[in-house]
């Protein structure tokens, strides 16, 4: 049972447009979500998060939305850069463990 | 700081044979979780440790797997006996307090091939 799902699992951008990444979760007691990038032959990173008594939080060219009622939150990238490629994993955090989903790989086309 | 370290990078076994996966965390921090991804499954969580204790194995998928954090610095996985549907990309991350609010540091992984 999937309880953080990104329905897409690729998306191809232009350079310099927005790329927005959607995620849905299904567990209302989720209190913190994060968003996690991955390069090939590498480890996940974080990139950004935010809080559930937050609809918005922002840094640099990343922003992260929450809707709470329809439990969905999307990442913005603004402006997309060639180095932005690569896949982006939802999580969502419950007590101790966080709970990631399958992921969306992200293509930046010159 | 060198990161989370996982050796070895890759491994490719037979069937039948014992895989042992290995991971040192980031220095202070005093959690400890593995993962397993698949394209199937994705990221998932196989178990995670706080000081060196098992905390929750609820994420292993059967007995065959197993867990020890015999000391701070210093974790393994293992499968005994493998199959060939173990074969994913095995992550360790590492944190300073749990996963609430906490950066989770993650390896290189390890890309585990069951033949």
């Known amino acids: 049972d999937q309880q953080v799902k990104q329905n897409s699992p690729s998306l191809s951008v232009q350079e310099g447009r927005i790329s927005i990444l959607n995620c849905d979760y299904t567990?209302?007691?989720?209190?913190?979500f994060l968003w996690y990038k991955k390069y090939p032959a590498e480890g996940p990173t974080f990139l950004i998060s935010?809080?559930?008594?937050?609809d918005k939080n922002e840094d640099g060219r990343f922003t992260v939305f929450l809707n709470k009622s329809a439990k969905h939150l999307s990442l913005h990238i603004v402006p997309s850069q060639p180095g932005d490629s690569a896949v982006y994993f939802c999580?969502?955090?419950?007590?101790?463990?966080?709970?990631f989903g399958k992921g969306t790989r992200l293509h930046i086309l010159p | 700081d060198a990161g989370v370290i996982q050796s070895p990078r890759h491994e490719v076994t037979e069937m039948g044979q014992e895989v042992t996966l290995r991971c040192k965390p980031i220095?202070?921090?005093?959690?400890l979780f593995w993962y397993r991804q698949t394209m199937m499954r994705g990221l998932e969580l196989l178990i995670y440790?706080?000081?060196?204790?098992?905390?929750?194995d609820s994420g292993m998928p059967e007995d065959r797997f197993s867990a020890k954090m015999p000391n701070a610095s210093f974790s393994t996985l293992k499968i005994q006996p493998s199959e060939p549907r173990d074969s994913a990309v095995y992550f360790c991350?590492?944190?300073?307090?749990?996963?609430?609010?906490?950066?989770?540091?993650f390896g290189p992984g390890t890309r585990l091939t069951v033949l």
């Open positions: 220095s202070g921090h005093d959690y």
């Open positions: 567990n209302s007691m989720f209190d913190y």
């Open positions: 935010i809080s559930s008594i937050k």
């Open positions: 999580a969502a955090n419950r007590d101790d463990k966080i709970i």
């Open positions: 991350a590492s944190s300073f307090g749990g996963a609430a609010y906490n950066e989770q540091f």
């Open positions: 440790f706080n000081n060196n204790v098992p905390i929750d």
